[in-house]
């Protein structure tokens, strides 16, 4: 019973309701022909009332969907209701649109009731990011290749510069510092060569399977890093104190944690306080069953305020430094979640800088 009383619904106010919705409303028969047409259909196909209640529901639908069409219209025949169902139609004017439906039937009227909903701009914004990704994925591939390519053209004059080493004759060198700064030297272009082959190595495999995950030691890596970069860090003056108490072995990739530590290093040396002696500290300890991995320094620090959303981006400079160039960080926070790990970063203005790894 429809009753007009105050508070109760009219049929006038369910009318009202039919024809002010902004969505596509019908009543559909099984004979494929609308029954009954919101103006919301009008407005959005171009055709008359007329021409929708006399046109076969089919002559609307894009023809690339007519089949799916068809098997969800049986589906609801059958008894079943139709959720979130998603075809294409043609306007009048020839455009493509993307409606979604929910649609129920009354089977003992042979009648189907329907809401659609027109989703072509949110099909349009799929469109759009899926050739964002693919211009993204032609970026990807671009950089491994001139990172390949770099880490290949390196190699020779890396190795000609071994040569030179080997070369030398040493027993005409009189005096003891300039053999020392000769092996320092030799040692790290001994260690540059080496990089640039794991490099190698690992992008040959890049296609083939994911990066190797292996159980590191790291004091081994960290003293490798410290050994490659000796005469940078003699020549600030930094003093490096480790602690391996809690753990020394964790599961990660041996070149990852190379290219953080070399990276965190480098950094600290770079963003130092000139008016202060330079100490990095670098150690491992446990929270909540996770091993952490701790590098801290006494430079110049980071405002937390003005970077920490920009902090691992990509090209993000955070100094003036002629060296900056906004890929450290950004590789470091790479290499730690590529194996399910996280960084974090603790920093005030001039009072240094503590990164935790935490491992998965």
């Known amino acids: 019973m429809v009753t007009s009383g105050e508070g109760m619904t009219t049929e006038f106010d369910l009318n009202i309701f039919f024809q002010q919705s902004p969505d596509l409303l019908c009543i559909a028969g099984y004979d494929g022909y ?3 047409l919101n103006p919301s259909w009008i407005k959005l196909m171009g055709y008359s009332e007329q021409e ?3 046109s076969p529901i089919d002559s609307f639908v894009f023809h690339d969907d007519s089949a799916s069409t068809l098997m969800g219209r049986d589906h609801v025949r059958y008894g079943k209701p139709l959720l979130n169902f998603e075809n294409r139609y043609l306007t009048k004017s020839g455009k493509v649109l993307w409606l979604s ?3 129920f039937p009354i089977p003992e009227r042979k009648l189907i009731y329907a809401i659609a909903k027109d989703i072509s701009a949110k099909k349009q914004q799929e469109v759009d990011r899926n050739i964002i990704i693919e211009k993204l994925g032609g970026v990807i591939e671009e950089m491994k290749h001139a990172n390949y390519t770099a880490s290949h053209d390196l190699r020779a004059p890396v190795n000609n510069m071994l040569s030179i080493f080997e070369l030398l004759d040493h027993t005409k060198i ?5 053999e020392e700064f000769l092996e320092m030297m030799r040692l790290s ?4 060569k080496e990089t640039l082959d794991h490099y190698l190595a690992e992008f040959g495999q890049a296609d083939a399977q994911k ?10 890596i960290v003293d490798e890093v410290i050994m490659s970069i000796e005469s940078l860090l003699g020549s600030s003056g930094a003093a ?12 990660f990739n041996r070149l990852f944690m190379y290219s953080i530590l070399l990276n965190l290093l480098t950094n600290a040396v770079k963003y130092r306080k000139v008016e202060e002696d330079l100490t990095i500290s670098i150690l491992t300890r446990c929270q909540d069953g996770k091993k952490e991995l701790v590098v801290a320094d006494n430079g110049i ?4 305020d003005k970077v920490q959303d920009r902090l691992f981006g990509f090209r993000q400079k955070f100094s003036d430094h002629p060296d900056s160039n906004g890929i450290g960080l950004y590789l470091i926070h790479n290499h730690v979640t590529a194996f399910g790990g996280k960084i974090s970063l603790k920093s005030r203005i001039n009072e240094g800088a503590e990164f935790v790894i935490t491992f998965r």
Do not use: C, H, R
């Open 189 to 192: 272009v001994k260690k540059l």
């Open 211 to 220: 990066v190797k995950e292996e159980v590191i030691y790291v004091p081994q």
């Open 174 to 178: 009189s005096e003891g510092e300039t």
């Open 101 to 103: 439906w929910t649609s």
């Open 240 to 251: 490096i104190t480790t602690d391996f108490s809690a753990w020394e072995s964790v599961s």
């Open 301 to 304: 620090g980071f405002d937390m």
């Open 34 to 36: 609308f029954k009954k």
């Open 52 to 54: 929708l209640l006399e």
